[in-house]
């Protein structure tokens, strides 16, 4: 993995700028993004799907190769309206490889929003499967506040067993290892991916191919109770991310009751109820930090309960960069931390 060492002792870095160092085209997507927010949460805690549905901006499943990639839609389970895009590299590098990994990603949006057929997600998950490149299964979970945890949960590790089952082999190219499997997210889907390695390493006997080696859990979206250093720092400069807004979308995930706040172990996953996972074969972990993301201090928090919990884990920091950053292909910080993400699942793969 490049640069490797020097995430291994991380130190805490605050940004010198007053304000995140990106172009125009960055800033009017993440204004627009950030409006349309706020306009459909409603106070009640329902949310404007409406809205939400006119500014979407979705993008058809192409089986014919589009840049050395082709995608489908597979259903798993209708009666939930649970499905997920499956991409698959056509480039000559991953005609020459004898097997490929595989990626379950889970796309963000605060378990409120977005979905695996957006624009961003689907241009996203095209660029892992051409750079790494690799078979990239890209999960639409059911969303809050109309389905509350653990519906979102249930859904992905659904999908992790419908992707083991023999009688689904054929939806997947010939070439796929599914033993070499990472789960990967961001934001939302950083706190999915993470309970899903969590779930596959209690019931790893329950799988009879697919095994979860690695997790890429990218500015996961974490919380608790307390308000930290960076969240109260940043309130005001982070352009996605606020504590009013978190506040928000975690009474829309969580259902109504006894020890259903911010401190339950599904947010505030190294808290004071946080799970033992010491004993369990949890995967080797690469977890990313922007320097203006106001949920920074809670990754790396993450971080350090993994190290603790004597898990191979990689801390990644980008000081200049916000929340979802690496969405944006403008960035030249995006290209880095797909070839970081690339360098470790080629580096585990390689110890199978």
């Not at 690695?214 to 996961?220: E, F, Y």
């Not at 977890?287 to 919990?309: I, P």
Request: aromatic share 10%; proline share 7%.
């Amino acid at each position: 993995m490049a640069q490797q060492e020097q995430f291994l002792n991380p130190q805490s870095k605050r940004p010198s700028a007053s304000s995140p160092p990106l172009p125009w085209r960055t800033r009017i997507a993440l204004s627009i993004i950030s409006a349309v927010t706020n306009y459909s949460s409603r106070q009640n805690g329902t949310v404007n799907r409406r809205l939400l549905g006119f500014f979407a901006l979705k993008t058809p499943a192409n089986p014919n190769p589009v840049n050395g990639v082709k995608s489908s839609d597979v259903t798993v389970d209708p009666s939930r309206h649970l499905w997920f895009r499956l991409f698959v590299p056509t480039t000559d590098e991953s005609r020459k490889m004898s097997t490929l990994p595989i990626i379950v990603f889970f796309h963000g949006g605060g378990f409120v929003y977005l979905s695996a057929d957006g624009m961003a997600y689907d241009a996203v998950c095209r660029r892992f499967a051409r750079k790494i490149p690799a078979v990239v299964v890209s999960v639409n979970y059911r969303l809050a506040p109309e389905h509350r945890y653990p519906a979102q949960y249930d859904d992905g590790f659904d999908v992790l067993k419908f992707l083991d089952d023999e009688k689904n082999r054929g939806i997947l190219p010939d070439n796929v290892n599914l033993s070499c499997c990472f789960v990967a997210g961001d934001s939302a889907g950083g706190n999915l991916a993470h309970h899903m390695a969590k779930r596959a390493s209690e019931s790893s006997s329950s799988f009879k191919t697919l095994k979860v080696i690695g997790l890429v859990a990218i500015q996961p979206f974490f919380g608790g109770e307390e308000r930290t250093e960076a969240e109260t720092r940043l309130a005001k400069i982070d352009p996605l991310i606020s504590v009013t807004r978190t506040d928000w979308t975690w009474k829309a995930f969580l259902p109504p009751g006894e020890g259903m706040d911010r401190d339950h172990e599904a947010i505030n996953v190294s808290g004071p109820r946080a799970a033992d996972i010491s004993k369990l074969d949890f995967p080797a972990t690469v977890v990313v930090v922007g320097g203006f993301d106001s949920l920074q201090d809670w990754q790396r928090r993450y971080y350090e309960w993994l190290k603790k919990s004597g898990k191979e884990v990689y801390l990644l920091e980008y000081p200049t960069m916000v929340h979802a950053f690496y969405i944006f292909p403008e960035l030249p910080e995006s290209t880095h931390l797909i070839s970081e993400i690339k360098d470790f699942i080629h580096k585990q793969c390689s110890k199978l």
